[in-house]
């Protein structure tokens, strides 16, 4: 298993500013993932960031809006930018096992735009 | 499109009780369903993975089927207890692949 810690835990932020979210693992880890979760609704997958590659996108996210940084193996970050009230949400980070498909997430950082 | 579903309405059960939980997904095909437990202000916990090939898995209290011609798996917690009370999240994988599909979640009440 892994154990991830994000920062911020939560923070209310004012509409057109920008948010980076730090997610910290306690072992290397080849993939991270960042996945948006809106109350009541289902994990959606923002981006798959790998290390010393760019991170992959899914449809609906674009990197002007959502940059990932993946410097090392154990640490990424995803910005948040040019905030709008609909960008609240929750925002986790997670890893998967080795040679499985079980993911250990993190405690997410619960966003507010006003 | 991909599709899964989970009961959106929230499971009440008593104490002791067993308590089933159901996903049904539609077009696609997965080789791996997993379930997970959120609880409210945390990021979901990994309980099992099941494989298309096993028709069944259980862990401690935990029960998982997985029948790929209904495309439907069902999550059974046994002598279920209020520390059981969760939302538990059906998530999807193709061999292979890297994207997994999560289920919106079931709410359940365990009450004492």
């Known amino acids: 298993s892994a154990v991830i810690s994000q920062k911020p835990s939560r923070d209310i932020c004012q509409r057109g500013t920008s948010l980076t979210i730090q997610c910290q693992v306690d072992s290397q880890v080849t993939m991270m993932f960042w996945y948006r979760q809106q109350p009541g609704q289902s994990l959606t997958l923002i981006a798959t960031a790998n290390q010393g590659s760019e991170a992959t996108y899914e449809s609906g996210f674009v990197i002007d809006k959502f940059p990932i940084s993946r410097p090392n193996l154990t640490f990424s970050t995803l910005t948040v930018s040019n905030m709008s009230p609909e960008d609240s949400s929750i925002y986790l980070c997670?890893?998967?096992?080795?040679?499985?498909?079980?993911?250990?997430f993190g405690p997410g950082t619960r966003l507010t735009v006003t | 499109s991909q599709k899964i579903e989970q009961n959106s309405e929230a499971l009440n059960i008593q104490e002791g009780k067993t308590a089933t939980l159901t996903c049904n997904y539609t077009n696609y095909s997965p080789a791996y369903l997993q379930w997970y437990r959120q609880d409210p202000g945390r990021g979901p916990v990994f309980l099992l993975l099941i494989r298309e090939n096993e028709k069944e898995k259980r862990k401690e209290r935990l029960k998982v089927t997985f029948d790929t011609t209904l495309k439907q798996s069902l999550f059974h917690i046994t002598a279920s207890q209020p520390a059981d009370s969760a939302t538990y999240l059906c998530?999807?994988?193709?061999?292979?692949?890297?994207?997994?599909?999560f289920g919106a979640g079931t709410r359940l009440f365990v009450k004492a």
């Open positions: 998530a999807l994988d193709r061999a292979g692949g890297f994207k997994t599909i």
């Open positions: 997670s890893v998967r096992a080795t040679s499985s498909y079980e993911q250990y």
